[in-house]
Nanobody, 125 residues
Framework: QVQLVESGGGSVEAGGSLRLSCTAS????????MGWFRQAPGKEREGVAA????????DYVDSVKGRFTISQDKFKNTVYLQMNSLKPEDTAMYYC??????????????????WGQGTQVTVSS
């Protein structure tokens, strides 16, 4: 089992920045990917970014490329999401997720095995 704990959400004005953190504990050596998803009210959960924890390859949804950066500290079992130039449409609950299988489709929630409790990000115009 793996437990995920997120932190770092909050409220910010458009153009501002936030950094989310997600620390994994438990059987972390079983993981291949960690990712960030978000879900706004009335919308489906959307993959935002993912990182291959056994290397360093990264993927992003098009809407955040150039603004968000995912990174990891392997010694701390922590993944970060640096969010710059935030827009009101980035407002959502953000979830950390971890996957114990190797493969494609990093953006599909069903491919992840463990989830954090979520942290709210609100961007005002």
């Amino acid at each position: 089992q793996v437990q995920l704990v997120e932190s770092g959400g909050g409220s910010v004005e458009a153009g501002g920045s936030l950094r989310l953190s997600c620390t994994a504990s438990g059987y972390t050596s079983s993981l291949y990917y960690m990712g960030w998803f978000r879900q706004a009210p009335g919308k489906e959960r959307e993959g935002v970014a993912a990182i291959y924890t056994r290397g360093d390859s990264k993927d992003y949804v098009d809407s955040v490329k150039g603004r968000f950066t995912i990174s990891q500290d392997k010694f701390k079992n922590t993944v970060y999401l640096q969010m710059n130039s935030l827009k009101p449409e980035d407002t959502a609950m953000y979830y950390c997720a971890a996957r114990r299988t190797y493969g494609t489709r990093w953006y599909e929630p069903d491919r992840y095995n463990y989830w954090g409790q979520g942290t709210q990000v609100t961007v005002s115009s």
